[in-house]
């Protein structure tokens, strides 16, 4: 083997596996890996639970140490190390040695960039007070913890509804805070489709989260020994605890200072092999761009799960391999309270702007069979190509196998499927694990009902319009009356039960479009199906049903 | 639409999927749906857990009613009915009423077999006494459920040691029944391998549960007012209960005499649109063979989940459309107490005797990330066929989040994914559910190193057969004292600790074939690689580690 110098800049999740793999396919090279931090290889997505104690020790999250990557890779790790340039013709870096201030230079014959993203910090008034943090380190989780403990803060806002922002409101509500979320966009998690992202906002309300969405933190003041947050909206909350996580920015300034293209999305541009446009300099992780395989376009994504294996690809290219990532479907999951939230591929919104005209399909569906105890509703949203009846995006939430559901997906998309095709897979089944029709399944036929032209839908966003612009057509409501007392009944619509529509449809005018709906689309298809086949001739029925109906209804009186 | 006539034989899975299909595709159609049993679409998969209490009321497993059905459905529910012969010429089927025994015709355009399958019952003596049960029906529990109430049995047998047996297995132990199994194989739940089966051997009898492979029950007898069962290995094993649940047979007698064709499986032979030969005449759920994605091959799959697939389908083509089922990839999961097992694909067995040269590999990997609390291990072993890196089959056993990754390797199979391209998939990664590294990316992984020949395996049956031979070749095991010494060691072995293998490789000898192995694979990887870069010429590694060594170490002593 060759004496390859390889100098790694950065430690975590990509760093680290850069330089475990990099030995394994070179045990004589030289391995330099430098880290600006006091740890490696530490658990980045597990620091909002290290804030409640859900993992009650600092030492849980620090999977590696510096002694172990020497003695079982031969690596020398150097912490509290920063990297202030590259000269690329050279083949060196300058090292400065954040301890001693010293400062070095580093030749190197191979370069991996492993730089990570920052939290964005606004510049508004006041996120510099001692108690406004980001959490994007296990410093800064650090400084947080210290803070719990020593201020006990009664109140808590977290400032954005993103992902990280998220798993800290859970985490502060569990340390007995009271969590106030300020979100400038009209929702949380902005990767869920808004009608998706209303159900985690239910549950965080009934967990007594207070949820401000639409607005934007204008300032931070400390007033009579309390933090307060100002917003535009003219709000003023009580906060002894700010945790600022409007978003992070990939670290591309080393990359940039030396010349290397960044990407539209803002990341290290590199190909599938992990290379810049300098070939002996690599990146992965969080400071790179990858490849959206549903879009085909580069996009970020700042997954623990994605570093790893472009670290691992870069470790093993550097040393001359040819090992490629070939990109994500953009899978993401997160645990609000007791729900799993998760999304792949692309969500409507996105689609539409990528040009495609979607078709949706909404399930409810056990995450098990009913009979079996504990079986919890899950939903599924599908966004299909309605041309090419390509799958394109999925989003799952519920209490139970929300991850087994939304891996599927993602596996599908992978994959190429149709939605249709969905219904052929063999997934498993017993009733502790699922149904003998699983919701996956469950999908793919609501999806062959559609291609067929058995089943017309309608979205919520559609048939709220038709209303509102008081078209002329008659909406029925297919559902018991125990059914629509509890949620009412949207305005403007006659009551049939689903079991009388065979008796009474020659009551209805075949001529005029009808729109039926129920709980959460079956019976409205099965109507759908009956009303077709009696000749009339415009029949919809609403997707998802009441259960995705985000507008208002009114009290029904039987 | 046309008032096409179809009488559907079975009510329960398949042919309850049928007729509700059927409707929704005519309005106009007559629907009889004839089944010999008091209930209609029970819940099959549901019963053993009944027996326990786990699911505490009998009405749970009552799906759906014939009320429910003439009501949404239109369909008209023959209950105690049985089908004796049906005259394909005159189209038309005799039916005996089973209440009253009168005989009558029934005339069809349309026909559905949902015949369904049977326990079977071999013919040793003493399997008539009344303390001996089939757990295939409802009425077949309804018995059993009797007798646990009435004779409280101290001690039971479940002979045969397939799905429904482990499953009964677990609820009778749930009574504080004492429970032996009798298999005449070499192990139960005879789709997984050898080794897989091994961990739930050791699980069940964990839970006080007596297993006995590779014996044949010969007798049943009664004497002091105890049933007793005898072996031919001359056990005799007290049972006041006694479940026989060696396996089921397709129901095809009704095809088979009409001159339909019986496929190589022993199942009704059907078209990826379920019809037989005859045009008129449609076939679905366990009565049927279906088509296996992996061999290209018929076999049987009597599970409910393709029994509502494959009735949906048979149901809408009856009525003139072409819904087609492609095929299954023979995914199975059963719960065995603290146990999830599981399979897709091929076992390592099944794909010699198709004649693959097979791939194994291991993974043993937390659930989700070991930080996060309640991490559980599973293990995973998949095979590919070596030439092509096609994914032929997967098993996975563990605590939690196996139904997840069979299921993705299901969707993988479906899809003709390579092993290697595994590592591609984009799964969800939060620590609640995942690792950054999920188990089946790592098995992607692993896939690669060895494809890129940076990973040599011997499987332990290969290894096993080398050390019987007396080959000439180094055996290291790289794990810790403290392992060694839980464990043992493999006779023969010589122990150096990974992390000092870096300073003791030089002692070896370069030209003879080593072999390394660790605990699961990981550390004997990396020794593989370091050992291959020093020039030594045939080094392999053991797959799956002292982990799925099923044969005997001996004590270490440092």
Redesign the interface.
Known sequence: ?NKTKLVIVGGV?AGASAAAKAR?????AEIVMFEMGRDISY?T??LP?YLSG??PERK??L?TTAQFFK??F?VEVRTRHEILSIDRDKQKVVVRNLATGDISEEAYDRLILATGASAILPPIPGVDFSFVFTLKTLEDTDRIYAHLKNKKPENAVVVGGG?IGI?AVENLVRKKTKVSVVEFMPQILSFLDREMAEVVHQHLRHKGVNIYVSEKVTGIEKRDGCGWIHTNAGRELPADLVIMSVGIRPNTKLAKDAGLRIGPSGGVEVNEFMQTGDPNILAAGDCVESLN?VTGKPMLIP???????QG?AAGANAMG?R?A???????????VFDL?V?K?GLSESEAVKEGFSPLVTYVLAGDH?G???DAKELQIKTIADRATRRLLGAQVVGEK?V??R???M???I??G?ALDDL????????????A???P??VAG?VG?NFY?G?WIPITPAELHEKLARGDDFLLVDTRTVRELKKTGIIPGAIHIP??DL?DRFSDLDPEKETILYCAVGLRS??GN??LA??DFKNVKALTGGINSWTYPTEPFHS
Chains 1, 2 share one sequence.
């Open positions: 083997m999740a394994r396919c070179n045990e004589d658990a997505c597990g639970y859900v993992i849980d999250l999977i003695k079982r031969n992902l798993e395989l997954m623990g799960s994605a570093a790893n294996k691992r391999r090992i990532v070939k990109g994500f479907t953009g899978t993401v999951i997160v645990k799993a998760a792949t069979a009979y079996y105890p196998g991850d087994k939304i891996d599927v993602a596996t599908a992978y994959n499927m219904l052929q897979l063999d997934l498993a089944y017993a009733p502790p694990f699922s003998a029709r699983d996956v399944i036929a062959q067929v058995d689903i079991d065979r298809y099965v199906r009956l086949m009696k």
